[in-house]
């Protein structure tokens, strides 16, 4: 389990800036939290819930589509103490959008539902964690404007977001070896539980992953759009000016750097 051993991931050579850390790394074997695919499908339920229901009857052979299903629209009511019969032939119908998507799922519970689907022999209705991921340039207008928490001036969305200013935006520079080389945000206000199926078949095609410094910044944004409080991983400074040392981890998530050429 990964909880047990230490990831060795590979940064790319591309930085913030001079100054700054190795924002991406190389992805690794496993899934891994911090992971960058290229097209995950992103569903959303809205009210009222349809749902795509088998027919009462078996068609004609040639007259329909082997798949024939009708749709119904399931009122509030019966949505109380009710229970979906999805395993046999009932599918909820969903608003779905494929986008960019950074996994979150803890590694190590990655590595238990890798064991049972290695030992089962099928997937089942297992989920993971992930964010969907936008492009900053397209998915924000151009003259968006947003208070800046500091100045409380109103400031182009898109710059704040840059910053690293609005929480529940979290900036992703330009990908690695990527055409073309535009800025991107996580939306962690959309978290959502994808079928492992996606991320497993998507396992090749990943564009990067986040190295420690940048997948703590991740999980500190993470924490204050959901709970409003900060997690610290830097020293901070004390009224009295003193500094005071704080050295936050993740156990299992600990990481060793090799520089990547």
């Known amino acids: 389990m990964r909880c047990c051993r230490v990831a060795v991931l590979h940064p790319w050579t591309w930085k913030i800036s001079e100054n700054s850390m190795a924002f991406y790394a190389r992805p690794q074997t496993e899934i891994f939290p911090g992971d960058i695919s290229p097209s995950i499908p992103f569903p959303v339920v809205t009210a009222p819930l349809k749902i795509a229901r088998p027919l009462p009857y078996t068609p004609k052979a040639g007259k329909t589509p082997v798949d024939s299903r009708r749709i119904h629209t399931m009122p509030d009511a019966t949505l109380i103490n009710s229970k979906l019969e999805i395993s046999n032939g009932e599918d909820a119908l969903a608003k779905t959008r494929c986008s960019k998507a950074i996994f979150l799922t803890w590694g190590s519970d990655v590595d238990s539902d890798e064991l049972r689907i290695t030992e089962h022999g099928k997937v089942g209705k297992r989920g993971w964690l992930a964010a969907p991921v936008y492009d900053i340039m397209q998915e924000i207008p151009e003259g968006s404007v947003a208070e800046d928490p500091d100045t409380h001036v109103k400031t182009s969305v898109r710059d704040l977001i840059r910053q690293g200013k609005l929480h ?94």
């Not at 690695?176 to 396992?203: M, S, W």
């Not at 990067?208 to 997690?231: D, G, M």
Request: hydrophobic letters at 35%.
């Open 168 to 261: 529940q935006s979290f900036y992703l520079p330009p990908f690695p070896g990527v055409e073309p080389a535009t800025d991107h945000y996580a939306n962690l206000r959309q978290v959502t539980n994808i079928g492992v199926d996606f991320f497993r078949q998507a396992k090749a095609q990943r564009l990067a992953t986040l190295t420690r410094e940048s997948y703590n910044e991740l999980i500190t944004q993470l924490v204050w759009v959901f709970s409003r409080a900060e997690l610290l991983f830097r020293p901070i400074r004390c009224e009295c000016g003193r500094e005071v040392t704080i050295d936050q981890r993740f156990e299992g998530q600990m990481v060793d750097l090799e520089e990547y050429e």
